[in-house]
């Protein structure tokens, strides 16, 4: 059964889709179902008007002139997301229709009419222009913001989005980087980073750097900058991956600003390190201190202490100069002093205390800052310079005194005439007195030139016994001494001949000197695969094993009064230097009351 027409006009009129029909070339608007007059903000009085009567406000619209286009033609227009301003309530307002006109023809195939069918799609243009807006917006963020921004697409590493303050912070042009595969673009970080950044795409989790050094070219020259940055997978509606967004701040400044502090620091604490120098920070309010562990060391304990124990520590003699110098310190705001401190083992070490008292805004002072130092070692040395000195005034006095008076009786002589012989035993005795003095003076001679560095050698090849003869010729004549050669006499020498005798001679004469009671002294000769060496070697009484290790310092006597012996302590510390400059060595073997062998080796 055919439904009638009413069936079909219900159907329409029910339809949430506005459809519509205008006919004739006046476009009478002969059916318009609910939908639509809803959609235009009509009632069905405009059912039988002509459109352009019903609806003027679309007079300016394209709507008529497309209804009439296709009545003309007949060929169907498809709109898009058309927008129609309708006048609704009074006001004219926008909305979106998607809609087809397509002619209506009679049973001849003439055009009778024009049918339209619509949906509002005005909701979801807003929506969609909403988006559109946000992203614009989005992009503009991007564009603006103090971060650098790059996004980089999974599937082949191009750059689909990077701002300006990125390519300032690599480097690069937008050319160079935009629409360019990453790693073509800032080639320099692929070697470390191109892997990271496959890891972030493989496996979805972000890559957070902090202060990473990156060598870049930077438009064309070579730098090294400090980054923070971030490598973000994007993800897709689905879940997979399709970009990698790049968050980065250049802190280059931040870091060299922290890495001066940090080395300025570093300095301090090298030069404070390598001085040994013990630091402390007293609180003048609470009396509580704060102090490195070799402050504590100087002081002669291990673990921190209180400052009474500190203060305990301070030899008795001493402690009235502490006070007075931190009542001092209190007027000039500088702290100073010297003292000795007993350590457990009872041994006694003297420091040099520094600090600077600062005071609050009232003038109030707060703390002392400040340093110490064990000078014990100092003290040791200007003990020793003044132990010197007054040996070697001692030792050049005694010549002076004994030639004086040789002097004295000589020109007595002279002035009388008697006998020539006596004349002749006081020049003699002159003579002598000069020639010990002219080796002291030598030897200070020689020290002075060896610190200012001025002892140049003058190598030749000679027969090392040789040596030994000339030296010790005197020494055989006068025959109080037996000079025993032994070993290999056929040794050869390459050194400087006249430094090398006077290391020789120091080594015989010292053991004439300090072995008074025997007579033997070994001279021996030996050598192995790289090495010539020398030793003499006496029988007296040799040295204490303590005192070894000093003999070859500067000034080290091991008798140090200089009552028994004569000698400035001077002789085996200009041998070391000699030795040590032919690249050779030297060294003794002594047991008390057995003798002391002393020797050198050369490099052959
Ligand atoms: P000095 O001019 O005082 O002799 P040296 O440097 O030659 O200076 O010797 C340093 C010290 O080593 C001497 O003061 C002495 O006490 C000790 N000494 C050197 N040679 C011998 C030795 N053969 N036997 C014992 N003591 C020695």
């Not at 898009?80 to 209506?104: C, E, H, P, S, V």
């Not at 030069?271 to 490195?292: P, V």
Request: glycine residues 6%; aromatic residues 8%; negative net charge.
């Amino acid at each position: 059964m055919q439904p009638d027409e009413n069936v079909f006009r219900s159907i329409v009129d029910a339809s949430p889709f506005p459809v519509y029909l205008c006919t004739g070339d006046q476009m009478i608007i002969a059916v318009a179902n609910q939908a639509t007059l809803k959609a235009w903000g009509r009632d069905s009085s405009v059912i039988g008007k002509p459109f352009s009567e019903a609806l003027p406000e679309l007079e300016t619209q394209p709507f008529r002139k497309l209804l009439e286009e296709v009545y003309t033609t007949g060929e169907t227009y498809y709109s898009r997301n058309d927008r129609a301003d309708l006048l609704i309530d009074g006001r004219l307002q926008t909305y979106y229709f998607k809609f087809t006109y397509q002619a209506m023809r009679n049973s001849e195939q003439d055009i009778t009419g024009v049918l339209c069918f619509a949906t509002d799609v005005t909701e979801l243009e807003r929506a969609r222009q909403e988006v559109e807006q946000s992203q614009a917006m989005l992009y503009n963020m991007v564009k603006q913001a103090p971060v650098g921004i790059c996004i980089i697409k999974s599937a082949d590493l191009t750059v689909e989005l990077v701002n300006d303050t990125f390519l300032e912070l690599v480097g690069k042009t937008r050319p160079e980087v935009d629409l360019q595969h990453i790693w073509d673009a800032v080639p320099e970080a692929a070697e470390v980073y191109s892997p990271i950044m496959a890891e972030t795409v493989s496996s979805g989790k972000p890559f957070h750097a902090v202060e990473h050094e990156i060598p870049l070219v930077r438009n064309g020259v070579d730098e090294t900058v400090y980054i923070d940055f971030v490598y973000e997978p994007v993800r897709d509606y689905d879940g997979s991956i399709n970009a990698v967004l790049v968050l980065a701040i250049d802190v280059s400044d931040k870091v060299m600003a922290r890495r001066s502090i940090e080395d300025a620091e570093e300095w301090a604490r090298l030069a404070i390190e390598a001085a040994e120098i013990g630091t402390f920070e007293l609180d003048i309010a609470t009396n509580g201190m704060r102090a490195s562990s070799r402050f504590y060391h100087i002081f002669g304990f291990e673990q921190p202490v209180t400052r009474k124990v500190l203060q305990d520590a301070i030899h008795e003699d001493d402690r009235s100069s502490r006070i007075a110098a931190l009542r001092e310190a209190f007027d000039t705001g500088k702290l100073f002093y010297e003292a000795r401190v007993t350590w457990n083992d009872n041994s006694v070490h003297w420091i040099k205390v520094e600090g600077r008292v600062t005071s609050d805004n009232a003038g109030n002072p707060v703390k002392i800052l400040g340093t110490v130092l064990d000078i014990t070692q100092f003290r040791h040395l200007q003990q020793q310079k003044d132990d010197f000195i007054s040996v070697a005034s001692h030792e050049l006095k005694t010549p002076l005194t004994s030639m004086k008076s040789s002097m004295q009786v000589l020109s007595r002589i002279l002035k009388a005439d008697t006998p020539s012989s006596t004349a002749l035993s006081f020049m003699d005795k002159a003579n002598t007195s000069l020639a010990k003095m002219q080796h002291l003076v030598e030897s200070l001679l020689n020290v002075s030139r060896m610190t200012a560095d001025q002892m140049h050698l003058h190598k030749t090849h000679f027969k090392a016994a040789d040596l030994v003869n000339e030296c010790c010729e005197h020494l055989r004549a006068a025959g109080n001494y037996d000079l025993i050669l032994t070993g290999d006499t056929g040794l050869e020498f390459y050194g400087d001949k006249d430094r090398l005798d006077q290391v020789l001679v120091n080594f015989v004469n010292n053991a004439v000197k300090y072995a008074v009671h025997s007579r033997k002294i070994v001279i021996h000769l030996s050598a192995d695969a790289g090495t010539v060496k020398l030793s003499v070697r006496d029988f007296g009484n040799g040295i204490p094993a303590e005192k070894l290790p000093h003999l070859f310092e500067r000034y080290y006597r091991v008798d140090s009064n200089g009552a028994q012996y004569s000698g400035l302590g001077l002789g085996l510390y200009i041998s070391a230097d000699i030795i040590k400059r032919h690249g050779g060595k030297i060294g003794v073997i002594s047991k008390p009351g057995e003798g002391s062998t002393f020797w050198f080796t050369l490099p052959r």
